[in-house]
């Protein structure tokens, strides 16, 4: 299957990696980061049963930044709202993605319309986002990444003396039955009665985002990482009680804040 290449960055991945969030397991080899653009900041990631949250702001573009972190190439496939970033398609980990070179970083900033152009992700009303504007509205709210790493290359065999009895049976594609990245199985009280979500990805504005293609073997058809982001409002998330509720200005009230009653000020006659 043809894969898609990005230019490589002048910022190579090789220090400096976040102490936190740390990436599922140990040895990740791909970091995954949200970066509001219109602020130029990664996003923090909160974290509430096991599921990581980042807080997007209504109308702000991002992107999806991707750090690899080992000496070999690895596949990269991405959805967001359950639908992969390149076809549109509702994703699958068996589908194309972005192949990334060793020590790579690259930020992948829109839906892919073509090689030189990407629709911008943009954060916005669920309703307008491009899963429900496309009639696919059920997974608005999260973003996925399945690593694949890459299989070795083989020369090709040398020809028998005889005629081989019978030919070795083909190992079959991978099933398209894999589910989808972006589905969320919501469980518990919480989740009944929390509140509906602020924010989808939008089909933003166009800009020139360059990639090629290339060929890329999968070493097996199970990724070695998946990861699955959710995302929602600030105010959402603190009603969730995934992000903790601001303290009033001053702290909390003190029962005995004095040492004695002042004077009132004095009074006004009109």
Do not use: C
């Not at 639908?83 to 972005?98: F, H, K």
């Amino acid at each position: 299957m043809r894969h898609l290449i990005l230019p490589l960055l002048a910022t190579l991945a090789l220090t400096g990696f976040k102490p936190y969030p740390p990436d599922p397991g140990l040895n990740s080899p791909v970091e995954l980061s949200i970066v509001d653009r219109g602020q130029g900041n990664e996003l923090p990631y909160y974290s509430q049963r096991g599921q990581r949250w980042v807080a997007g702001q209504n109308g702000h573009p991002y992107s999806l930044r991707l750090t690899n972190r080992t000496p070999r190439r690895l596949l990269v496939v991405l959805s967001v709202d359950g639908l992969n970033v390149i076809n549109g398609q509702v994703a699958s980990s068996d589908q194309t993605g972005y192949v990334l070179e060793p020590w790579q970083r690259a930020d992948i900033t829109g839906w892919r319309k073509s090689h030189q152009e990407v629709a911008q992700f943009v954060f916005t009303d669920p309703g307008r986002s491009y899963a429900s504007r496309t009639g696919r509205p059920d997974n608005v709210g999260v973003i996925g990444m399945a690593v694949f790493n890459e299989a070795p290359y083989l020369r090709p065999p040398v020809a028998p003396a005889a005629p081989m009895a019978r030919q070795r049976a083909q190992v079959p594609a991978a099933e398209s039955a894999d589910r989808a990245l972006s589905s969320v199985e919501a469980t518990g009280s919480a989740v009944a009665s929390a509140p509906a979500p602020a924010l989808g990805t939008g089909h933003g504005a166009r800009e020139s985002s360059y990639s090629g293609s290339t060929d890329f073997r999968r070493a097996s058809p199970m990724p070695v990482q998946q990861v699955s982001v959710r995302y929602d409002s600030e105010r959402n998330l603190i009603a969730r009680g995934i992000i903790p509720r601001p303290r009033p200005v001053g702290g909390e009230p003190r029962a005995f804040p004095g040492q004695f009653v002042p004077d009132p000020p004095p009074y006004r006659w009109r």
